[in-house]
């Protein structure tokens, strides 16, 4: 079931933070409603408070298309405490998950009938997938290194 993106099939708790934080930006109202405090983190209360102040007209069903400014600009500075290097929000796209990100990327390669990806094998299904939906096809590479004990 992981393999699917639903890890909470297998047991893992859910990531309430996230949870938490997304469901006080699509019903700010909540933030101001009694109870609030004791049913949400004070970190998703504060984190949702500050981008509901950077976006202009809150959540809604329309917005960046490499994702919100804010969020790819505390995409970079993440990136750049854990590695170390220099992050810039605007080389950033952010996606609803890996299919859609496989999707996007696989459409700016894959512009004719002749078009390949190399794929590694075994593989993520959707590539091949993909690569025929949009005219090209997927080419699996092999280990060349030798099998142990042969």
């Given at each position: 079931?992981?393999?699917?993106?639903?890890?909470?099939?297998?047991?893992?708790?859910?990531?309430?933070?996230?949870?938490?934080a997304?469901?006080?930006?699509?019903?700010?109202?909540?933030?101001?409603?009694?109870?609030?405090?004791?049913?949400?983190?004070?970190?998703?209360?504060?984190?949702?408070?500050?981008?509901?102040?950077?976006?202009?007209?809150?959540?809604?069903?329309?917005?960046?298309?490499?994702?919100?400014?804010?969020?790819?600009?505390?995409?970079?500075?993440?990136?750049?405490?854990?590695?170390?290097?220099?992050?810039?929000?605007?080389?950033?796209?952010?996606?609803?998950?890996?299919?859609?990100?496989?999707?996007?990327?696989?459409?700016?390669?894959?512009?004719?009938?002749?078009?390949?990806?190399?794929?590694?094998?075994p593989?993520?299904?959707?590539y091949?997938?993909?690569?025929?939906?949009?005219?090209?096809?997927?080419?699996?590479?092999?280990?060349?290194r030798?099998?142990?004990?042969?």
């Open positions: 079931m992981c393999n699917i993106g639903n890890p909470q099939a297998v047991g893992q708790k859910p990531l309430t933070f996230v949870r938490e997304l469901a006080l930006l699509d019903h700010p109202a909540l933030l101001d409603a009694a109870g609030t405090r004791g049913l949400f983190a004070e970190d998703a209360v504060a984190r949702a408070r500050r981008f509901l102040g950077e976006t202009p007209g809150g959540t809604g069903a329309y917005g960046h298309s490499n994702g919100l400014p804010q969020i790819r600009e505390a995409v970079a500075r993440f990136v750049e405490a854990r590695d170390g290097v220099a992050a810039d929000p605007d080389a950033i796209y952010l996606t609803d998950g890996a299919s859609s990100g496989i999707a996007k990327v696989l459409r700016l390669l894959l512009t004719g009938p002749g078009d390949a990806v190399l794929t590694p094998a593989q993520y299904p959707i091949a997938a993909w690569a025929a939906a949009l005219g090209g096809h997927a080419e699996a590479t092999r280990s060349t030798p099998r142990a004990g042969t």
